[in-house]
Nanobody, 116 residues
Framework: QTQLVESGGGLVQAGGSLRLSCTAS????????MGWYRQAPGKQRELVAR????????YADSSVKGRFTISRDNAKNTVFLQMNSLKPEDTAVYYC?????????WGQGTQVTVSS
């Protein structure tokens, strides 16, 4: 079964940085566009950003443009989310996944908490 494993979250003060990582099985990672999603308390899970196999990126949330950078290392089957200038509203559980042609089983996510 495909397994997505997220890591790198934590507690950080506003203005700080974190780098999230997500590893996936090679058979999945090598063929899919990967994305980072987040779910804040009481809210629906939402797409943050995507990165194609070739490295093209898309940021779904305008509030993260210029602060977050998504990237991937195909040799290591890993996708990253570099988060800078963090704000309290970035507090959420962050997940990686791929929505085409279908979502994979969700991992446990990694908690990001930004204090003001």
């Amino acid at each position: 079964q495909t397994q997505l494993v997220e890591s790198g979250g934590g507690l950080v003060q506003a203005g700080g940085s974190l780098r999230l990582s997500c590893t996936a099985s090679r058979s999945i990672f090598s063929t899919r566009t990967m994305g980072w999603y987040r779910q804040a308390p009481g809210k629906q899970r939402e797409l943050v950003a995507r990165v194609t196999r070739g490295g093209n990126t898309y940021y779904a949330d305008s509030s993260v443009k210029g602060r977050f950078t998504i990237s991937r290392d195909n040799a290591k089957n890993t996708v990253f989310l570099q988060m800078n200038s963090l704000k309290p509203e970035d507090t959420a559980v962050y997940y990686c996944n791929s929505d085409y042609p279908n979502f994979l089983p969700w991992g446990q996510g990694t908690q990001v908490t930004v204090s003001s």
